[in-house]
């Protein structure tokens, strides 16, 4: 599965439920199919993806959708521990995980040699990990409603979709729009 059908699953899955989606490619591939006040795009905020959402999700009552990447959330690792700590029913946390910086030429990642999903659940987090979209759509509807917040490591395929513009939104804007969609 490339990163794009990814996004437009999960933007269907989500709906008009909060989604905070990471930086770099993620983004502009995501504004490309959707845009929404319900999404929160960290445009360059890498490693801040989960820590938003887990801010998100502590103070509304809904599922939250995190949309991270391997190399976001490798970038501020220390979020979960705090996760298994604070980590809110109401919040599933999906992790791209194409082994790579794929927005930063293609770079990798460490998760090409660290298993991140098993450091995850080393930390007694509840994790999940598939590579389709069928398993994806599964995984993350059976854990809505959930007793505890969820983490669902997705396999991506390598590289970017091409042809994708620059995604040059205004921040206070998407974060006002955003603050409105969780406050109605
Ligand atoms: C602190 C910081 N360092 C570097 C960048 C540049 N940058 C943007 S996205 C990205 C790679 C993100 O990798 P990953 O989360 O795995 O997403 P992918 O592009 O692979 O889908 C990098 C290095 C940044 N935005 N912020
Ligand atoms: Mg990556």
């Known amino acids: 599965m490339k990163r794009i059908e990814a996004l437009e699953v999960l933007d269907q899955i989500f709906g008009n439920d909060p989604l905070i989606i990471t930086c770099g490619a993620t983004a502009r591939e995501m504004a490309s199919i959707s845009q929404k006040k319900s999404h929160l795009p960290l445009l360059d905020s890498m490693g801040l993806t989960t820590p938003v959402g887990l801010g998100v999700a502590l103070g509304v009552k809904g599922r939250v ?18 996760l298994k700590a604070y980590g809110p029913k109401n919040l599933i946390v999906i992790v791209l995980d194409n082994g790579q910086h794929a927005s930063a030429d293609l770079m990798l990642s460490q998760a090409s040699d660290v298993d991140i999903a098993g450091a995850a659940k080393g930390l007694g987090l509840w994790v999940g990990q598939c590579d389709s979209a069928d398993e994806m759509k599964s995984l993350i509807a059976s854990r809505t409603g959930a007793d505890e917040i969820s983490m669902i490591f997705v396999k991506i395929e390598k590289g970017n979709t091409p042809g994708i513009p620059f995604y040059l939104a205004n921040p206070p804007k998407l974060s006002a729009d955003f603050v409105e969609s969780i406050s109605s």
Request: glycine letters at 22%.
């Open 65 to 82: 959708g995190v949309i991270d990447g391997d190399g976001s959330l490798l970038m501020g690792f220390s979020i979960l521990p705090t």
